[in-house]
């Protein structure tokens, strides 16, 4: 057992990047990013498995330990019109970062009234930045929720910045 566990242990070490536990680990700057549908378990409208969007603005900004990341261009303008924000906000991980975008405007499914909440885990390896989001609701708990209590709909993207 011993022997199994150094061996997986010294074939992790030349794949993990040890300067992201660091202080001077950097994820901030200018990233085009492109993202590509998964599964709509909250049966969001205009969603289609599979679809892509390619080239969206994203400007990730540090300070020490924490991350804000604001969605550019024309797709942070939808995003904040939809939301009432564009910027996820969270941590430095190792590895990369995770960051949250919880909307302030509230939809409404009947007498169902709810908020999209957006959570994204981000990797970054130099200056590529590969992740998913994974999308939820707050409800208000009515019976006319259906599918919105528990949902998860989810997206994955990758992207790059200028090199350093």
């Not at 590509?36 to 080239?55: E, H, L, R």
């Not at 400007?59 to 797709?75: H, K, L």
Request: proline residues 2%; charged residues 10%; neutral net charge.
């Amino acid at each position: 057992m011993r022997l199994l566990v150094l061996f997986c242990a010294s074939q992790c070490v030349g794949c993990y990047d040890f300067d992201a536990l660091s202080s001077s680990f950097d994820v901030s700057g200018q990233y085009s990013v492109n993202i590509t549908n998964g599964q709509n378990g909250c049966a969001f409208g205009n969603w289609t498995p599979g679809a892509s969007s390619s080239g969206i603005p994203l400007a990730i900004t540090q300070s020490g330990q924490q991350v804000v990341a604001t969605i550019g261009g024309t797709t942070g303008d939808y995003v904040n019109f939809f939301c009432g924000s564009k910027e996820f906000v969270g941590m430095i991980v190792a590895g990369g970062f995770e960051a949250r975008l919880a909307c302030t405007k509230t939809f409404t499914q009947q007498t169902c009234i709810y908020r999209v909440i957006a959570d994204a885990k981000a990797q970054v390896r130099g200056d590529v930045v590969t992740g998913t989001l994974d999308y939820t609701t707050a409800t208000n708990s009515d019976s006319t929720c259906g599918t919105l209590v528990n949902c998860h709909s989810s997206q994955n993207f990758n992207g790059a910045r200028p090199p350093r």
